[in-house]
């Protein structure tokens, strides 16, 4: 599967962002989907992952201010983030898991290619 990642910029403090993910083929629905982040000079991390079926999981940095979710009809997974701060700065990726739920990157089998995400204080 193919994944192509959009939707970021420059936002202020406080501002919401969608970051969208589509994927190419017919069997997105299978896979699980994940949202990771990587801050220049720091090591990539987790943000959000979720089921087919729409069971999610977030990191404790956006716990309360994101929201994870998938359009299977669309092959696309979203990530909505309220209350940006400017440590949310980072490069978002999102990636797709055949077999894997949860915030390892190591088990998700395909990556897109990112897009930054700015917060100006």
Known sequence: VQLQA???GLVQAG???RLSCAASGRTFSNYYMGWFRQAPGKEREFVAAITSG???TY???VKGRST???DNAK???YLQTNSLKPEDTAIYFCAASRAYFGSRATYYDYWG??????VSS
Do not use: C, H
């Open 6 to 8: 959009s939707g970021g």
């Open 15 to 17: 501002d919401s962002l």
């Open 54 to 56: 729409g069971t999610t």
């Open 59 to 61: 990191a404790n940095s």
């Open 68 to 70: 994870i979710s998938r």
């Open 75 to 77: 092959n696309t997974v």
């Open 113 to 118: 290619q990112g897009t930054q995400v700015t």
